[in-house]
């Protein structure tokens, strides 16, 4: 009997997403640069209907891994499958296209109007290609996006008017544009004000509600960011995994204390989580002495 690696599998150079199994898959991921390592020994699966959050504090890899997710890099040692193709293998810019990867860094300049720019998710451009005029499907598709991101009030602004946070549920709604079936998020909450994170995060929860197999990844420092439809995370430390899993199981007292090196308390209420710095126990009061 054989134990060798066996033919090739001619599916696997191609960078057209595999209809089944996991979305993503990180086995035993190395990442170093100039010598360092930036991730160690990471490994994670993400399902369709999974909705992972990666914490961790500053420096702790998380955008590396957000990167290596979206195959805008490669791992220096273990296999990272990116809808069930290995990175390695296959064209990453068309794996790419078949992601939602919200950059909340889009160099766009002009005044495009919210439409246009969802528009653009067509083909990952920042302008919008003027020999080709979208669809009345694509259209349709914007307008149903941007609502559910909350945004048909805003539909014909100029992006140079939005707010940040308008900015970020358009970004999201233009990662959607060409179906993807996961979407990366790093840090969509950064620098919202109360209003407008709750609005980013109530729009998150409703369209994972819309599209139940729909997986996605976000970055964040901050467990007060997470939507309440989170269902996994991951909490990285000095490019190590500290905890990983059921979200329950991992966002608890102990995990985020060592995950931030530091004594926090967490709560979760109405499916959101807050976390404080633990207050210290009160000193033991010398009892009368005999
Ligand atoms: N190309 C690189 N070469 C060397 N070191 C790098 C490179 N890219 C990132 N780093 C370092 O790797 C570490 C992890 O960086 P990364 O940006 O992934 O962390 P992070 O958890 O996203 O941090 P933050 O929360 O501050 O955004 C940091 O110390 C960073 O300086």
Redesign the pocket.
């Known amino acids: 009997m054989s134990t060798g690696p066996g033919p090739a599998d001619p599916a696997d150079h191609s960078a057209a997403p595999a209809e089944h199994g996991p979305l993503l898959r990180a086995r035993d991921v190395d990442v170093v ?2 010598g ?1 390592h ?2 160690r020994s990471i490994s994670l699966t993400v399902e369709p209907g999974e909705h992972w959050a990666v914490l ?12 290596l997710l979206g195959a805008l890099t490669h791992p220096t040692r273990g296999e990272v499958r990116v809808l069930g193709r290995r990175l390695g293998r296959v064209d990453v810019r068309e794996l790419r296209s078949h992601l939602g990867h919200v950059n909340p860094r889009h160099p766009l300049r002009s005044p495009l109007s919210v439409r246009e720019v969802v528009l653009t998710g067509v083909s990952g451009s920042i302008e919008p290609d003027r020999n080709r005029p979208p669809t009345a499907d694509q259209l349709a598709h914007a307008d149903a996006l941007i609502e559910t991101l909350g945004m048909t009030r805003r539909s014909t602004a100029a992006w140079t008017t939005l707010s940040q946070g308008e900015r970020g549920r358009t970004l999201i709604a233009r990662a959607l544009m060409p179906r993807p079936r996961l979407l990366l998020l ?2 969509p909450a950064t620098g919202l004000d109360l209003t407008a994170r709750e609005q980013l995060l109530a729009s998150l929860d409703d369209l994972r509600r819309h599209h139940p197999g729909l997986a996605s990844v976000l ?1 964040t ?1 901050h467990l007060e960011e997470l939507p309440a439809s989170t269902t996994h995370a991951l909490l ?1 430390r000095e ?1 190590a995994c500290v905890g990983t899993g059921p979200v329950d199981e991992v966002l608890t007292t102990d995990l985020v204390s060592a995950c931030f090196d530091h004594p926090v308390r967490i709560n979760r209420e109405d499916g959101r989580w807050a976390a404080r710095a633990a207050r210290p126990a009160p000193a033991a009061t010398a009892g009368p002495r005999a």
Do not use: F
């Open positions: 640069r100039d360092r930036l991730l961790g504090p500053n420096g702790a890899g998380k955008s590396t891994l957000l990167a790093d840090e970055v420092h990285l490019g």
